[in-house]
């Protein structure tokens, strides 16, 4: 059982407990292991602490950052099993671009091809324009499908080896069974460190429609999905994922007379590694929902539908500061582009 799972259990029952095992979590296929919790503040450097009793009227507002520009995933040794693929003399970008495998997955997991610059002297995925006079394949340890194993293992070396031949290159893979335990490894570490907060808003009286919905979650910051029945509140780096989404049932989004359609429950969610500590989306999650269930008239409750307590807010923050601070020892900080990745 994780640390933040014991602080939640000591809730009396009221969020999730028992830690979930490495085939669970292989098998939910993109789902999480789900900790729900009420309105709190993440004691972190930026924010100030609070005590148990703190009142949650107290937690200050989550700031909104300029919008930054996100670069595409690069190979990480942290998260990937990395071949080198050696030339004898540089290669075009163009050529290289034409020979990358048509499908960049090894199974469920992600597969990248890198180049060295030769006039930069960095590692980036081929451009047109650029000349490279070595190459990098790379696929990842484990995701929230699980840990890579001698099959995709097996794929990634047919398609990097493939690469390899279209340009002359002499390619060096790492030890198959050296890749497979550092991935169940990973993937073990990752299983108890995964965290997704999930805060129901049930109606206490009348039903609401997805507009008036809309429209109050607006006033928290929340646009529309890509999806229907999904709003979100974008983050403050371009191509990042959203820090919250605030869900509901896809079917009344899509009715043909929305103001037909009713709806008694909505879910805030926060998953917890893609989003870094400092951009305060654990305080943004916490006001929200405090907002939601005030302009809604909804009570809180945890995702197995028991009322939450107010000293749940002060347990959750101080469990996921330690969470925070576990992923940041393994150098899988929350909102890394390694944990984004990892955790996805």
Do not use: C
């Given at each position: 059982m994780s640390e933040l799972q014991i602080g939640l259990a000591l809730l009396g029952g009221l969020v999730l407990a028992g830690l979930v095992g490495h085939g669970v979590?292989?098998?939910?296929?993109?789902?999480?292991?789900?900790?729900?919790?009420?309105v709190a503040e993440t004691p972190t450097p930026r924010e100030p602490m609070f005590g148990a009793d703190?009142?949650?009227?107290?937690?200050?507002?989550?700031?909104?950052?300029?919008?930054?520009?996100?670069?595409?995933?690069?190979?990480?040794?942290?998260i990937d099993a990395i071949a080198t693929l050696r030339l004898d003399a540089p290669v075009a970008g163009e050529t290289a671009i034409?020979?990358?495998?048509?499908?960049?997955?090894?199974?469920?997991?992600?597969l990248l091809i890198e180049g060295l610059d030769g006039e930069t002297g960095e590692w980036d995925a081929?451009?047109?324009?650029?000349?490279?006079?070595?190459?990098?394949?790379?696929?990842?340890?484990?995701?929230?499908?699980?840990?890579?194993?001698?099959?995709?293992?097996?794929?990634?070396?047919?398609?990097?080896q493939l690469f390899a031949d279209s340009l002359g290159a002499l390619a060096d893979f790492p030890d198959m069974l050296d890749v497979v335990a550092r991935a169940r490894e990973l993937d073990a570490f990752a299983a108890q460190h995964d965290a997704q907060l999930t805060l129901k808003l049930v109606s206490r009286g009348a039903s609401w429609t997805p507009a008036y919905v809309q429209q109050h979650a607006a006033a928290q910051g929340f646009v529309p999905g890509a999806l229907p029945g999904r709003l979100v509140r974008p983050a403050a780096e371009e191509g990042a994922p959203a820090p919250l989404t605030l869900q509901f049932d896809a079917q009344a989004a899509l009715a043909?007379?929305?103001?037909?359609?009713?709806?008694?429950?909505?879910?805030?969610?926060?998953?917890?590694?893609?989003?870094?500590?400092g951009e305060g989306a654990f305080v943004a999650w916490c006001r929200a929902?405090?907002?939601?269930?005030?302009?809604?008239?909804?009570?809180?409750?945890?995702?197995d539908g028991h009322p939450l307590p107010p000293g749940a807010f002060a347990v959750i923050g101080?469990?996921?500061?330690?969470?925070?601070?576990?992923?940041?020892?393994?150098?899988?900080?929350?909102?890394?582009p390694a944990a984004r990745r990892l955790f996805s």
């Open positions: 979590w292989q098998a939910r296929r993109g789902a999480v292991r789900e900790a729900s919790a009420a703190a009142s949650p009227d107290t937690v200050p507002a989550a700031r909104l950052e300029p919008m930054l520009v996100r670069r595409g995933p690069r190979l990480d040794a942290l034409q020979h990358l495998p048509p499908a960049r997955r090894a199974g469920s997991k992600p081929p451009q047109p324009g650029r000349r490279y006079g070595e190459f990098q394949a790379g696929v990842q340890l484990a995701n929230r499908g699980g840990a890579l194993n001698e099959i995709e293992y097996s794929e990634f070396v047919q398609k990097a043909d007379e929305p103001a037909q359609a009713l709806l008694r429950e909505l879910q805030l969610v926060f998953d917890v590694p893609q989003t870094a500590v929902g405090e907002g939601l269930a005030g302009a809604l008239d909804a009570a809180m409750f945890d995702n101080q469990e996921l500061d330690r969470l925070y601070g576990a992923l940041a020892e393994r150098d899988l900080a929350a909102g890394s």
